[in-house]
């Protein structure tokens, strides 16, 4: 049996090599072995990869080759499993092997995981039974993420205007932590927080899990104009996984055209976003921004680039913010609305203000009934960009493993 899962992107991939062995080979149990990463041509730290296996049991357990148990998480898939887990600590040129087997019972439950509790609110996202995000998705003109704990345990996202803390900056108001919206979307200001401005609203939630390896939130948003009218929807997937050195998020969000067309108007006013802490910035601050091309500070603003980095002290030790725009994500790779008080924000319409002119507009018009998808994913560091491996973490996200099942 073969089948092939997550086909790389751009750069050189290494391959999951699963050999099965069947019921009437193994006895009792079904055992997934020999599970091997190979042919790495970049340093990982820690990286999310997947199996699809066919759904015959649900309840499966992980071992490294001499036999220690790897957390790791089963979703179905219709009639398959999508079984995911974290490879850690493996060198470029080097092989880290697995085998799965079916239980006879079910594993006990991992209370070291990452977990939900929804609230009236927010969602409290715990990793070890400690906080790390709340994403709060009313009392608010959009969803957002806040606080967001780093790897030092203290917070690398500014705190207002959720709260005022001395020392802190107090612009901009509507930079609400971390948040996903946009300036212009048929005409109507979705970035700032005015009276004029529309607001994203929560519908629903379509997946609150956790787990092992990763917690989910899935949400359904609609977008309304002062008027009242909806402009268009949104399903947002963040997914939080549990990581020993540092954070690591995915963020995927679909915009749907259900209600006519929906134009992205050319604004930098946009559109995945954060608001670094105030000691991080580079004004007024220590901190640095980097991107994948090699830009640094405020020559990051208004270029393309794979991913941007904000780095700087939060309590006196060095912490890093890295955005990562994925190789199938709208324009990719995109434009950065980066500033250096504080802000990150990845952008693939504002072509015309950020080239001031070069290029006349990138304005994007999703047709009615049409949809549109951006992925990011997010790594909270601990140290500056190149101690922390954000470039070979990159490398892990858009060129993902090839798994094959023998």
């Known amino acids: 049996m073969r089948a092939v899962f997550a086909k790389p992107v751009g750069l050189v991939a290494f391959v999951l090599v699963i050999s099965v062995l069947t019921g009437a080979q193994a006895g009792k149990s079904d055992v997934y072995r020999t599970v091997k990463v190979s042919r790495v041509d970049y340093d990982i730290s ?27 998480q089963v979703e179905r898939e219709g009639d398959k499993l999508l079984v995911t887990w974290m490879v850690r600590k493996v060198r470029g040129g080097e092989s880290a092997n697995y085998r799965i087997q079916w ?11 990452v977990r939900l509790r929804k609230c009236d609110e927010a969602v409290d996202v715990t990793i070890n039974g400690r906080l790390v995000t709340k994403y709060v998705f ?26 005022e803390v001395e020392g802190e900056k107090t612009d901009h108001p509507h930079q609400r932590s971390f948040w996903f919206t946009f300036g212009d979307v048929n005409g109507i200001d979705f970035w700032s ?16 899990e956790g ?33 020993t050195d540092g954070r690591l998020m995915d963020f995927e969000v679909t915009i749907h055209a259900t209600d006519g067309p929906v134009k992205f108007g050319d604004t930098k006013e946009g559109m995945m976003g954060f608001r670094v802490a ?14 994948s091309r090699g830009d640094r500070d405020g020559d990051t603003w208004g270029k393309q680039a794979e991913w941007c980095d904000y780095c700087g002290p939060v309590n006196g030790k060095t912490v890093g913010i890295a955005v990562m725009d994925h190789p199938s994500s709208f324009r990719h790779p995109t434009y950065w609305h980066v500033r250096t008080y504080g802000l990150c924000a990845a952008n693939p319409f504002g072509l015309n203000a ?46 993902p493993p090839a798994v094959t099942l023998e």
């Open 211 to 243: 787990g092992p390896v990763y917690a989910r939130i899935r949400a359904r948003n609609d977008w309304i104009a002062p008027d009242g009218t909806k402009v268009c929807e949104d399903t947002r997937d963040l997914r939080i996984y549990r990581t």
């Open 103 to 113: 239980a006879d019972k079910s594993p006990k439950p991992d209370p070291r995981g």
């Open 278 to 291: 105030t000691s991080m910035d580079v004004d007024g601050g220590q901190g640095h921004v980097e991107n």
């Open 46 to 72: 820690a990286l999310p990869v997947s199996v699809q296996l066919p759904a015959e049991r649900g309840d499966l357990i992980m071992r490294t080759d001499t036999g220690a148990l790897v957390p790791c």
């Open 354 to 399: 950020f080239t001031k002119g070069k290029i006349k507009d990138g304005s994007y018009t999703i047709p009615a009934g049409g949809e549109i998808t951006f992925r990011y994913r997010i790594l909270i560091h601990e140290g500056a960009p190149g101690d922390a491996g954000v470039a070979e973490a990159y490398a892990g996200y858009a060129s």
């Open 193 to 208: 927080e005015s009276a004029k401005a529309g607001k994203i609203v929560h519908r629903a939630f379509e997946a609150l």
């Open 138 to 163: 009313a009392g608010a003109p959009k969803p957002y993420c806040y606080p967001v704990i780093g790897p030092t345990g203290k917070p690398v996202t500014r705190s207002y205007p959720m709260r």
